[in-house]
């Protein structure tokens, strides 16, 4: 019987400060729980890091910003919990108007959280959540307290009260196959990174025995890591394009480099 993290073995290797971790990291067992709240828009605007993220925007000057707890209890660098301080934008030319993006979520073209601050307990996440995504993490307290009746986590650093976040029990459960989609920085440059569950990588295999039915090839946008691109080859995608595979250049660096190219060709035949 396949076990549902069969296909993550064997995986990545990276070594950040002189540690190394395998990729992707493998969550078993976990509580999540979070908050989400309206903030003044312009306010949203300047705290993001691209000119071409947007909020999404609610009536009256209003974004959304959001609080996520995560309890990790058994993952493959051990326990640790995490807090992340998230702004839901759009990324492309223009801002979006209405709230459309924010009832589609991943659905919608562009869409992600910006991770605006992320502390985490555990050095170990905190290193490479920063040398592999650019997620700011800092090192910091919490205390989780799960109860039938709530969730809740309290955030503190160097005994200093940040926040406690509380979410009560209730509703309606359902299972969410949509991607989580982040946006971050790392080196200058801004990372998109998608989150998939085998619902939606079942989607992908399907695009590819479909594609090949139609003697069609199939290219993936975004491909920010070395792991996506991994897998995206082991699923069978022809092409990619992220800066997994190489950075943006000015067009006149790529039209320069596509000529060294062709020069090289007609000495070489010549």
Request: glycine fraction near 10%.
């Amino acid at each position: 019987m396949t076990t549902f993290f069969a296909s993550t073995r064997p995986g990545t290797e990276v070594t950040l400060l002189g540690k190394t971790y395998e990729l992707p990291i493998l969550y078993f067992r976990d509580d999540c729980f979070g908050l989400f709240f309206s903030a003044d828009a312009r306010k949203v605007r300047a705290a993001l890091p691209s000119d071409r993220l947007h909020p999404v925007r609610l009536p009256g000057g209003r974004a959304l910003v959001g609080v996520v707890a995560f309890n990790y209890l058994e993952t493959t660098i051990g326990p640790y919990g995490e807090v992340a301080v998230v702004a839901l934008a759009v990324h492309g030319p223009r801002p979006v108007v209405g709230s459309l993006p924010a009832l589609l979520e991943a659905s919608y073209p562009g869409f992600g959280m910006v991770v605006l601050h992320l502390p985490v307990t555990a050095t170990v996440a905190r290193d490479g959540g920063r040398g592999q995504w650019g997620y700011t993490k800092f090192n910091s307290d919490m205390r989780f307290e799960i109860t039938p009746e709530f969730q809740q986590c309290r955030l503190s650093e160097g005994g200093q009260h940040i926040l406690t976040l509380r979410v009560e029990r209730g509703g309606i459960v359902r299972r969410d196959a949509k991607p989580i989609i982040t946006y971050s920085v790392l080196d200058g440059r801004l990372i998109r990174r998608m989150e998939t569950d085998r619902v939606a990588e079942s989607i992908v295999v399907a695009a590819v025995q479909v594609a090949r039915a139609l003697d069609l090839q199939t290219i993936a946008e975004h491909v920010e890591s070395e792991s996506v691109r991994q897998k995206l080859v082991g699923l069978g995608v022809d092409y990619g394009q992220g800066y997994a595979i190489a950075p943006i250049e000015p067009l006149a660096t790529v039209l320069e480099q596509i000529g060294r190219n062709a020069s090289s060709v007609r000495r070489s035949t010549g």
